[in-house]
């Protein structure tokens, strides 16, 4: 039976997201929270290996409190277990502490019930490094399968797995050993419906909290802003492009404006 | 950790088919900049099989050094022995910077680099700069989906690591009498102890591809539908060029995804796009905003697109485009047949 864990964030919907222009922040309170779209395809992936092949989806992230409601989504979706590692030592985590962190809770979740494939999303949608997956995989000395479009065959027996990993041109057909972390893409699956009986579920599920307390051998100065080393000194609203002009006249008296101002790039037509 | 033994501004090179990505091209020229500010040697580190004739071509376009791990076992990018050969030289040459392409590879490898270190790693960088006397790197980019600009800075660790998209810096233009030392390096690895291996690589078409267009129709959900998008793909084949799309767009099913242009799409420097029935999205703009001439169609004067092109025409797309198709069927016969004559000129 396979131990899948997917490792899923809530973030920002920067769909919806505004600036406040006075002071060139972000308004976080206009956004509303959401599960981060690539991480609903990696629960969504790992539910589906588990209707193929036996085993527990368990979900983990690292937020504030209100972050249960993504952990909630997860369950709708099909994942059996929630936890999640909440604690003002984590606050203010770049990709490096962010990683440090999951690996922790990775590893108490492993000595109740051993792991075999980690899945991450490519990325989130508001910080959007793609670092924390392959961070992971480093910090737990397992192979990383970055950009999985297609899992081909997930072999627990033989200890393998198959993927098909996206590249700038085409993608590789690529063989790993178990346990392994896939970070994975969009187009790998498309997110079903929650069935009603998932939805109830969801709705009374507590998940495990753990803080920092609870995690073991724990350096505390890899945590939190203390243990990252990346810091953003300055945040600014990307200037403003001035625009450009508008063409007048007739639809025909501006199609021929645009045609000679196009055509002066006659090598391009010839 | 004493950082006056860190030197160097280091580029990580990719080659594909025994040819420099463009991309690691880019970043030489960055590098140079900030190498030059910094007053210290540019290096490039290869790592492949059979890749050490590349090295004359990163001389050309910069480099001072180039370190190169040559050995079957670098066949194709792998996390694992490319991770390794990375940290060897790392430790043996204290770099004070490595930037990377913002590419798969590049990422996967700049993120397993950064945990070994360990060491900041800032991501998707578009502006890069450098403190002359501090050494400090200030590595830019755009977060929250385009939203915000933030600068990152790694103060406390060495070396400071940045991967940078591809297409937003400049490359030197090559200068063949420029040369430079090629250091081999060699570490020990074993194809047996390996947990990955790749068994087969899939080469999707050219066709598709967008990135390496002249000239690019973009059209939006403002088509209307599948049928009205079929308008773009005529004005493109008109013009020779290759047909892009919003995300919308390619959400509604109306095209493959590797049209898509923006944040989560490709990034395009074409030497002209259209944009036509885009509203213009931060998302969508990131990704095309570099292009050299960018024409904006759409019926509503308001839309943000405006903001962002070098000409306008604010008109229904169906109104517009026909017209367009009609006069460009006119006079690129035209062009042609004048360029053909004076080539005949020539070769009299
Ligand atoms: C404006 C801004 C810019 C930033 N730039 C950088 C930077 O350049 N470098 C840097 O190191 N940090 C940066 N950070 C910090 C970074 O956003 C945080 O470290 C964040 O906690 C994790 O990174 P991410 O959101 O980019 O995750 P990604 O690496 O994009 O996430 C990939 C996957 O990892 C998993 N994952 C990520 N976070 C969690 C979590 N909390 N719980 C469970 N699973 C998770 C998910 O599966 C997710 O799909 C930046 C933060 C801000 C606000
Ligand atoms: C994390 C994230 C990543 C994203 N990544 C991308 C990305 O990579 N690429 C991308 O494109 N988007 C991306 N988006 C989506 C983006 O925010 C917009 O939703 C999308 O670009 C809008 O597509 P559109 O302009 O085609 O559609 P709309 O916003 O619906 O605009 C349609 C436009 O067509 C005009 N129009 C209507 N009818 C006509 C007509 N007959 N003639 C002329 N004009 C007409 C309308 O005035 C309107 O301006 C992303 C969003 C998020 C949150």
């Known amino acids: ?270 | 950790m004493n950082f006056d033994d860190y030197r160097g501004i280091w580029i990580y090179v990719e080659v594909r088919d025994g040819q420099v990505a463009p991309v690691s091209l880019e970043l030489l020229g960055a590098g140079r900049a900030l190498a030059d500010k910094r007053k210290t040697e540019l290096a490039g580190v290869l790592i492949g099989r059979g890749v050490k004739t590349v090295a004359p071509t990163l001389f050309q376009y910069g480099a001072d050094v180039v370190y190169v791990y040559d050995d079957p076992i670098f066949e194709h990018y792998r996390t694992e022995p490319y991770m390794r050969a990375l940290l060897d030289c790392c430790h043996k040459h204290k770099p004070e910077v490595i930037l990377y392409g913002a590419t798969p590879s590049g990422k996967d490898l700049a993120s397993a680099i950064a945990t070994d270190l360990p060491t900041g790693l800032t991501a998707d960088t578009t502006i890069l700069d450098i403190e002359e006397d501090t050494g400090l790197l200030l590595a830019s980019r755009p977060a929250f989906g385009g939203n915000i600009m933030a600068t990152i800075l790694c103060k406390k660790y060495r070396p400071q690591m940045a991967t940078v998209r591809p297409k937003v810096m400049k490359a030197l233009p090559p200068d063949p009498s420029r040369t430079g030392r090629v250091v081999e390096e060699h570490i020990e690895l074993h194809e047996e102890e390996m947990r990955t291996k790749v068994l087969e690589i899939v080469r999707e078409t050219k066709k598709a591809r967008i990135d390496e267009a002249d000239i690019i129709v973009a059209g939006g959900k403002g088509m209307g539908s599948k049928e009205g998008f079929q308008l773009i793909h005529q004005l493109a084949e008109v013009l020779g060029g290759a047909v892009g799309a919003s995300r919308d767009v390619v959400e509604a099913g109306w095209i493959d995804h590797h049209h898509q242009v923006g944040q989560t799409g490709v990034t395009v420097t074409p030497k002209i796009y259209f944009a036509i029935g885009i509203s213009g999205a931060i998302q969508h703009v990131v990704g095309m905003q570099n292009s050299e001439l960018i024409i904006a169609i759409n019926k509503d004067p308001n839309a943000p697109i405006f903001q962002s092109c070098h000409y306008g025409i604010v008109g229904d797309a169906f109104e517009i485009v026909p017209l367009l198709i009609e006069r460009f069927k006119e006079e690129i016969p035209k062009i042609k047949a004048a360029a053909g004559e004076k080539e005949g000129i020539a070769n009299a």
């Open chain 1, 1 to 270: 039976m396979l131990h899948i864990v997917a490792c899923i964030k809530q973030v920002p919907d920067t769909k919806i997201i505004k600036m406040n222009p006075k002071t060139n922040t972000m308004d976080r309170a206009s956004a509303p929270a959401i599960l981060n779209p690539y991480d609903a395809h990696a629960v969504e992936e790992a539910v589906r290996l588990k209707k193929k092949y036996g085993g527990t989806v368990s979900v983990l992230t690292m937020g504030p409190p209100p972050a249960v409601k993504a952990i909630k989504k997860c369950i709708e979706l099909g994942a059996d277990e929630g936890y999640m590692i909440s604690d003002r030592a984590f606050a203010g985590a770049d990709t490096l502490a962010t990683s440090y962190a999951l690996t922790k809770a990775l590893e108490k979740i492993a000595k109740q019930r051993p792991i075999d494939l980690i899945i991450c999303g490519k990325m989130t949608i508001d910080g959007d490094t793609g670092q924390v997956g392959p961070g992971i995989a480093r910090r737990l000395n397992i192979p990383p399968l970055t950009g999985v479009n297609k899992v081909v065959e997930v072999n627990k027996e033989k200890g393998y797995a198959i993927v098909h990993r996206k590249l700038e041109d085409g993608y590789e057909v690529v063989k790993s050993q178990l346990p392994c972390l896939f970070t994975v893409e969009k187009d790998i699956n498309d997110i079903s419906f929650a069935p009603l009986p998932n939805m109830i579920k969801a709705a009374r599920y507590q998940p495990t909290i753990w803080t920092a307390d609870d995690l073991e051998n724990v350096d505390r100065k890899q945590l939190g802003l203390k243990g990252s080393p990346t810091i953003v000194s300055k945040v600014w609203a990307p200037p403003k492009p001035e625009g450009g002009k508008i063409l007048t006249g007739t639809k025909e008296q501006q199609v021929d404006e645009l045609l000679s101002i196009l055509l002066e790039q006659k090598e391009l037509f010839s």
